[in-house]
């Protein structure tokens, strides 16, 4: 381990002697990594950001499916990348599932994280907290704005803290559901039929991980496999194992961690012949 900032991360990458380089980090910061690596053409790999999809059909265990959703907000503040913070639910439920999303988000508690009672703590800096607060300002003119969307106030004022928001009606060509948030954001879409919902959970330059609902596993077999995602979790999140390869595709990276195809990406092919 070589810790150190951006002048570390450039030697690294444009030293002679690096073999393999595996970045997990923001497309910007991986841009400067491919820039680094191509004067030596030294292999990349690359684990980037995601706007995972959480699909929620009709016959879907509803409490369960929400629980999950809100989950991807709480956890961390949101930021992480697998969080499946877009969710697309169809339209004899959308409803319910927002007043589900906002009935369990107003029962936790935001705060001081050393507090055994708090469920959420602060974002990571006062720059992630303005880049969040700018995204969530710019889809106030573009969707709902159901719950959250102020800093918090009071005692926390001085903080990094934004309350779990909630943002109905998002159109999935806006900005806030074509970019990572990273934060505590939940944007709400519907669908009308299992080829809109594929065809929305698609449509976003990232590719990293999605989330399927449903009690009809043959329906969902069919769609798990139009999900253009490194990785597609049912009716749950299972965790992910060191034994399966991990990543994703599209702006979301290339290459895996994790399993056979991940010790792979480590290894060289070596062809030898010798005549007898």
Not at 22 to 51: D, I
Not at 75 to 91: F, N, P, Y
Not at 226 to 244: D, R
């Amino acid at each position: 381990m070589v810790p150190g900032g951006p002048s570390a991360g450039e030697a690294l990458t444009s030293h002679p002697g690096i073999d393999k380089l595996h970045f997990t980090g923001s497309g910007a910061t991986a841009r400067r990594v491919l820039a680094g690596a191509q004067q030596n053409l030294t292999p990349v790999c690359l684990e980037l950001g995601g706007k995972s999809a959480n699909l929620i059909f009709a016959d879907a265990d509803l409490p369960a499916a929400v629980q999950q959703a809100v989950g991807g907000i709480v956890q961390l503040a949101g930021q992480t990348c697998l969080s499946g913070t877009r969710v697309i639910a169809e339209d004899s439920v959308y409803d319910a599932v927002v007043d589900m999303a906002v009935d369990i988000l107003s029962q936790l508690t935001v705060g001081d994280p050393f507090d055994a009672d708090t469920h959420m703590g602060p974002v990571v800096s006062a720059a992630a907290a303005d880049r969040i607060m700018s995204m969530i300002e710019r889809a106030r003119t573009e969707c709902r704005v159901v719950m959250g969307g102020e800093r918090m106030s009071g005692e926390f004022a001085a903080g990094y803290y934004i309350p779990p928001t909630v943002l109905a009606d998002v159109d999935n060509d806006s900005y806030i559901a074509q970019n990572e948030v990273f934060g505590p954001v939940l944007a709400l879409l519907r669908f009308s039929d299992a080829a809109e919902a594929v065809r929305l959970a698609n449509d976003t330059p990232y590719g990293l991980a999605a989330y399927v609902w449903g009690k009809d596993l043959q329906h969902t077999h069919r769609v798990v496999a139009e999900l253009a995602a490194g990785n597609v979790w049912v009716n749950g999140f299972f965790g992910i194992p060191p034994s399966v390869p991990f990543g994703g595709v599209k702006a979301s990276g290339y290459g895996r961690t994790g399993g056979r195809e991940g010790i792979r990406e480590f290894t060289r092919p070596k062809n030898v012949w010798i005549a007898l």
